[in-house]
């Protein structure tokens, strides 16, 4: 089992930033890829950004690249999403999650593909 508690989101103005973290915790050791996803309210979740903890290997949506960067920290078993330049589209529940097995190959970007996720943390962004 792999835990994940997500923080750091909040309310801000159009144009302003913040960073998400991702604390992972429990069978670690089993992680290869993490990934970002947002859910607005009457929408589907979708794929934000990934990374690979071996290698740093990222992969972002077309719709954040330029914006969002996704980096890890491999000591704290942390993830993170800085977030700049913000949209009121940009706001949603953003989860953290994670394959919680090795992946060989292209970097997944389907929720069916992570088996375990965070609780999400809330982003509101004002016009």
């Known amino acids: 089992q792999v835990q994940l508690v997500e923080s750091g989101g909040g309310l801000v103005q159009t144009g302003g930033s913040l960073r998400l973290s991702c604390a992972a915790s429990g069978r670690t050791f089993s992680m290869d890829v993490m990934g970002w996803f947002r859910q607005a309210p009457g929408k589907e979740r979708e794929f934000v950004a990934a990374?690979?903890?071996?290698?740093?290997?990222?992969l972002y949506a077309d719709s954040v690249k330029g914006r969002f960067t996704i980096s890890r920290d491999n000591a704290k078993n942390t993830v993170y999403l800085e977030i700049n330049s913000l949209k009121p589209e940009d706001t949603a529940v953003y989860y953290c999650?994670?394959?919680?097995?090795?992946?060989?190959?292209?970097?997944?970007?389907?929720?069916?593909?992570?088996?375990?996720w965070g609780q999400g943390t809330q982003v509101t962004v004002s016009a």
């Open positions: 990374i690979r903890w071996s290698g740093g290997r990222t």
């Open positions: 999650a994670t394959v919680g097995g090795r992946v060989y190959g292209i970097i997944p970007t389907r929720p069916t593909e992570f088996s375990y």
